[in-house]
């Protein structure tokens, strides 16, 4: 889907039941007259599209209580030195019973080399007895359409007949769509978010946290600065030191978990995306956010950036697990991922699942059992896709909520995922309706402080 996501202004039920966790080792179906190997049997996805020198495995019970005490066995060992490997948790564990639950505690990274065949590690690491199921780093890829806008000083029209005063309101057909062709050339009334109709009762709420999985937030923006998730612990804290003690130094607005520190690396996508969720309402500048308050008395809701993306690191990708681990850990209660994996991918990852429930049932509670937000439980949003093809994940994983694309005339853009999979539709932007305007309009990197 196009750079966007829905917020939808009404309290959703979330499924609380839980299916069973599987003890029983994963994989594919027998192939006629072949003789299957450990990894055939293990294996929870293909090495296509497979991120080089990383991947992840599920160990038994009593072999991650080795590790973790740092006493891996012979044949772990022996897999180690032949494939030039190391281990360490894929989750910031600390032992609890809801870590258990979801085999936090059992699943492993596995790095090596790049020059390392991926596949070779995988069968060095299936051939143990004590590893239960091996996950290759399926790459992701973001999904765009939408028009990025920046900030300039000076540019304040602002249309009479709109709630707020954000010049750029204007031209966000996504939210007040009236079909009067003053945004696109071919719209129609009522396609649109129907905003105006939710800021009436609500324009946000600040004790709502959203954790934006994607590229970088441009944090300090001035549309979008003063909606940002801040890690108190950390901003007054000292710097290079874990203040909170949640595992990750110097996260004061999220972390970057491709480059593996606190330094998120801005970019057009990310911040588009947390533009559209709670870029300042009514300051008079750029655009509105669906959740972004009223300014300025009235806090939006709060932005989580988790990067997941990172050109600057093109060969590289998050380890997901971790970040859903993070996010239900620190306070977001809604997920936002306007991405997909590699459309070769036609499973959903074990590790990946297991992460995405844990942050549905866990999220918005704390250790004891007690909501700590406004949410108990969490939910999480997936963009459908933007590949025309009628199965895709995460989206397609029946624990999330997918979100398929529609353009200014209230059909579904050219470029959408489909499917009965789908469980909302929602403006995402179509270039094919209107090249200049079809797209969904948001902040974007370029402005002007003065």
Same mark, same amino acid.
């Given at each position: 889907?196009?750079r ?13 039941a ?5 003890d ?16 055939d049997? *293990? ?10 020198g990383t991947?992840?495995?599920l160990l038994? @019970? ?8 740092g006493?891996a066995s012979?044949?772990l /060992? ?6 030039? /490997? ?13 870590e258990?639950?979801?085999?936090l505690?059992r699943?492993y990274l596995v790095?090596? $080399?790049?020059d ?6 995988a069968?060095?690491f299936?051939a143990?007895s004590e ?6 780093n ?5 999904f765009e ?8 000083a000076?540019?304040?029209? =602002? ?5 707020f005063?954000?010049p750029?309101?204007i031209d966000q057909?996504?939210?007040i769509?009236?079909g ?5 050339s ?9 905003v105006r109709d939710?800021?009436r009762?609500?324009?946000?709420d $600040?004790s ?9 937030v @441009?944090?300090?923006?001035? %549309?979008l600065?003063?909606?940002m998730?801040?890690n108190?612990?950390?901003?007054n804290? =000292?710097?290079?030191v ?7 130094k110097?996260? =004061? +607005?999220g ?5 593996g ?5 801005f970019?057009?996508h990310?911040t588009?995306?947390?533009?559209t969720?709670?870029a300042l309402?009514?300051n ?6 669906v959740?972004g308050? +009223? +300014?300025?008395? @009235? ?7 988790l ?6 690191y $093109?060969?590289g ?7 859903y681990?993070y996010?239900?850990?620190n306070g977001?209660?809604?997920?936002n991922?306007?991405?997909g +994996?590699a459309?070769?991918?036609?499973v959903m990852?074990?590790a990946? *699942?297991e ?8 999220a918005?509670? %704390?250790q004891n ?6 949410m108990?439980g969490g939910?999480a949003?997936?963009?459908a896709?933007?590949e ?6 995460p989206?397609?994983?029946? *624990? ?8 200014p005339k209230?059909?579904?853009a ?7 999979w789908?469980?909302?539709?929602a403006?995402g ?8 305007y ?7 990197l370029e402005?002007?402080y003065?």
């Amino acid at each position: 889907m196009d750079r966007k996501i829905t917020i939808i202004s009404s309290m959703f039920l979330l499924l609380t039941a839980t299916a069973c966790l599987r003890d029983e080792i994963p994989g594919g179906q027998p192939v006629s007259g072949q003789e299957q190997t450990s990894l055939d049997l *293990k294996s929870v996805n293909t090495s296509e599209a497979a991120v080089e020198g990383t991947l992840a495995v599920l160990l038994t @019970k009593d072999a991650a209580a080795s590790v973790a005490g740092g006493a891996a066995s012979e044949a772990l /060992a022996q897999a180690c030195v032949q494939t030039g /490997a190391s281990l360490q948790m894929a989750f910031q564990c600390k032992g609890t019973d809801r870590e258990r639950e979801y085999r936090l505690d059992r699943w492993y990274l596995v790095t090596f $080399p790049a020059d390392v065949d991926v596949e070779a590690v995988a069968e060095a690491f299936a051939a143990c007895s004590e590893v239960q199921a091996v996950q290759y780093n399926t790459r992701i890829a973001r999904f765009e359409e939408g028009v990025a806008t920046g900030w300039v000083a000076g540019d304040n029209t =602002v249309s009479p007949v709109l709630p707020f005063n954000d010049p750029k309101l204007i031209d966000q057909w996504h939210y007040i769509n009236n079909g009067d062709l003053s945004v696109a050339s071919t719209v129609r009334a009522g396609a649109d978010v129907n905003v105006r109709d939710a800021w009436r009762l609500t324009t946000g709420d $600040p004790s709502i946290i959203v954790a934006v999985c994607d590229e970088g937030v @441009k944090y300090d923006h001035p %549309d979008l600065a003063a909606n940002m998730w801040v890690n108190e612990a950390e901003l007054n804290g =000292v710097e290079g030191v874990d203040d909170d003690g949640n595992g990750y130094k110097d996260d =004061v +607005y999220g972390y970057n978990f491709v480059g593996g520190s606190a330094k998120i690396n801005f970019d057009s996508h990310g911040t588009h995306v947390a533009g559209t969720i709670a870029a300042l309402n009514n300051n008079g500048i750029g655009v509105c956010g669906v959740a972004g308050g +009223y +300014y300025p008395d @009235k806090p939006g809701v709060r932005v989580m950036a988790l990067q997941v993306i990172d050109d600057n690191y $093109p060969e590289g990708t998050a380890s997901l697990p971790k970040v859903y681990q993070y996010a239900a850990e620190n306070g977001a209660v809604i997920l936002n991922n306007s991405w997909g +994996y590699a459309q070769t991918l036609k499973v959903m990852p074990t590790a990946d *699942k297991e992460a995405i429930d844990y942050f549905v049932k866990y999220a918005g509670i %704390d250790q004891n059992g007690n909501q700590t937000g406004p949410m108990k439980g969490g939910l999480a949003i997936f963009a459908a896709g933007n590949e025309s093809e009628d199965l895709a994940y995460p989206a397609a994983y029946e *624990k999330v909520l997918a979100v398929a694309a529609l353009g200014p005339k209230g059909e579904a853009a050219y470029y959408t995922n489909y499917g009965d999979w789908i469980d909302v539709c929602a403006p995402g932007g179509d270039h094919k309706v209107d090249r200049q305007y079809g797209g969904i309009y948001s902040i974007g990197l370029e402005n002007t402080y003065n």
